[in-house]
T-cell receptor
Framework: EDQVTQSPEALRLQEGESSSLNCSYTVSGLRGLFWYRQDPGKGPEFLFTLYSAGEEKEKERLKATLTKKESFLHITAPKPEDSATYLCAVCPNTGFQKLVFGTGTRLLVSP | DGGITQSPKYLFRKEGQNVTLSCEQNLNHDAMYWYRQDPGQGLRLIYYSQIVNDFQKGDIAEGYSVSREKKESFPLTVTSAQKNPTAFYLC?????????????FGPGTRLTVL
């Protein structure tokens, strides 16, 4: 069964304190791995798509990496506005665009 | 501005009522999706449509219905058969239905059963 596990469930950081969020997955062939940011009461906002092991993508203070079993979202010198829930999803090799989502990591960055 | 709009933002339903959630996109995307989000759970796929006049059941389609008469519109009806409809509903679209294409989400509709 295709599955995504995100850890930790919640993370509290001080402003400027770098850390990483983990997304572990088991999937029958990976077509893509997606990271989204979701603010309370809003829809997920797309951050990154990764397609193959070894791939890395960066955007401002965020960097996403991918291995054959997991992905990391590295947050460098976070600011309070980075506080949100970060969602990871995988697209299995099923023939259509079905995403399997993890339950997310709630990040709180304190000033 | 290109994007996905959902309406209403908040919706209240009485027991036994059917309600319809609206989803419109002006991204010229072929594929559209409906997800349900509950606290502590990942997003779950209700229905998806790869092309106009065609749609398929997702993992939790019971108690829901959809239509896709226009490329830009994919309304979701929550019927009285849905036993626990209180949730946050998200509509998404992607350029093409093939796997690996990025899905973009709308702002969501929060449905509450009174």
């Amino acid at each position: 069964e295709d599955q995504v596990t995100q850890s930790p469930e919640a993370l509290r950081l001080q402003e400027g304190e770098s850390s990483s969020l983990n997304c572990s997955y088991t999937v029958s062939g990976l077509r893509g791995l997606f990271w989204y940011r979701q603010d309370p009461g809003k829809g997920p906002e797309f951050l990154f798509t990764l397609y193959s092991a070894g791939e890395e993508k960066e955007k401002e203070r965020l960097k996403a990496t991918l291995t054959k079993k997991e992905s990391f979202l590295h947050i460098t010198a976070p600011k309070p506005e980075d506080s949100a829930t970060y969602l990871c999803a995988v697209c299995p090799n099923t023939g259509f665009q079905k995403l399997v989502f993890g339950t997310g990591t709630r990040l709180l960055v304190s000033p | 501005d290109g994007g996905i709009t959902q309406s209403p933002k908040y919706l209240f339903r009485k027991e036994g009522q059917n309600v319809t959630l609206s989803c419109e996109q002006n991204l010229n995307h072929d594929a559209m999706y409906w997800y349900r989000q509950d606290p502590g759970q990942g997003l779950r796929l209700i229905y998806y449509s790869q092309i106009v006049n065609d749609f398929q059941k997702g993992d939790i389609a019971e108690g829901y219905s959809v239509s896709r008469e226009k490329k830009e519109s994919f309304p979701l009806t929550v019927t009285s058969a849905q036993k626990n409809p209180t949730a946050f509903y998200l509509c998404a679209s992607s350029q093409a239905p093939q796997g690996g294409d990025t899905q973009y989400f709308g702002p969501g509709t929060r449905l509450t059963v009174l």
